[in-house]
């Protein structure tokens, strides 16, 4: 893996982990496109490149993670369970979904539940306009809703700001709940995967590394900050209209063999 490879990877990772239209196919496109594999360095480099984007999340929320918000930590750890459970118990099954066409439907399929919701859904009527305002119910909602982010293409905050909307929040709210969520489950899913990777570490390039580590870091926190002044006025259509158009060109690039379903 070059330079050039660490940063366009790392741009990639940061814009769209935490975006609701799913870092998973973007990343392997992108890698498929750059031509590398899934090698054992490569899953360990995208693990570091995470972990740069979730630090980023610490950062925009730092005025959060304080003794004084320990009712609202509460509730996240709260909502982080029925993930970690579900995908403890089905760890191998969710293996077996692991395909790009799985990915481009769950594309598709995301985009359209998107637009069901904004269809249905009135910003005006959410009773919780402040995060530290959500309640317990509210926050296990959110934490089923998450569990779908087990199949991948689903995107983890698209599933979570789906169920916080639905839980009576606002577009805002529900996205600040699912940032912070992500701190838990994405420490804990990258902390796994770097123990299960760490022999591999001592092969990687330190400078790639940390090119793609800083990268992320960057392009996440840009990509949040500006995410959510955008959900403060606008729906969530255009990133199913993406989302959309995105697994259809997924579908077309199987078809034609430009990628492995």
Same mark, same amino acid.
């Given at each position: ?12 990772? @940061?814009?769209?982990? $935490?975006? !609701? ?13 750059l ?31 304080? $003794? ?13 369970? !029925? ?7 089905? &760890? ?10 799985t ?16 269809? $249905? ?15 317990? &119910? ?32 606002? &577009?805002?709210? %529900? ?13 804990? %899913?990258?902390? /796994? ?16 590394? %940390? ?9 996440? /926190?840009?990509a949040?900050?500006? $995410? ?5 006025? /606008? ?7 993406? &989302?959309?158009?995105? @697994? ?8 034609? @063999?430009?990628?492995?379903?």
């Amino acid at each position: 893996m070059t330079l050039i490879d660490s940063l366009i990877l790392g741009i990639v990772e @940061g814009i769209t982990e $935490f975006l !609701p239209i799913s870092s998973t196919a973007h990343m392997i496109v992108v890698s498929t496109l750059l031509g590398l594999k899934q090698t054992i360095q490569n899953v360990a480099f995208e693990v570091i490149i995470q972990l740069g984007a979730t630090l980023a999340i610490v950062l925009i929320y730092l005025n959060k993670i304080n $003794f004084k918000e320990i009712d609202l930590w509460k509730k996240v750890i709260l909502a982080f369970f !029925p993930l970690a459970i579900v995908g403890f118990l089905l &760890r191998h099954q969710i293996k077996e979904l692991f395909t790009i066409t799985t990915v481009a439907w769950m594309f598709i399929i995301g985009g359209i539940v998107f637009f069901v919701v904004e269809y $249905f859904y009135k910003e005006e009527k959410a009773k919780v306009t402040k995060v530290e305002d959500v309640n317990y &119910r509210q926050a296990l909602i959110v934490g089923f809703f998450q569990v779908f982010a087990l199949i991948p293409g689903t995107s983890r905050s698209g599933s979570t700001i789906v169920g916080g909307m639905l839980s009576g929040l606002s &577009r805002k709210t %529900a996205a600040d709940f699912s940032f912070l969520l992500a701190i838990p489950t994405m420490f804990a %899913a990258s902390g /796994y995967e770097l123990l299960k990777n760490i022999h591999s570490f001592k092969d990687q390039n330190g400078l790639v590394l %940390a090119v793609g580590f800083v990268v992320s870091f960057i392009s996440a /926190y840009v990509a949040v900050k500006l $995410f959510l002044k955008f959900v403060e006025k /606008y729906t969530l259509i255009p990133f199913g209209v993406y &989302r959309i158009l995105f @697994g259809a060109a997924l579908l077309w690039m199987i078809h034609i @063999g430009m990628i492995s379903g």
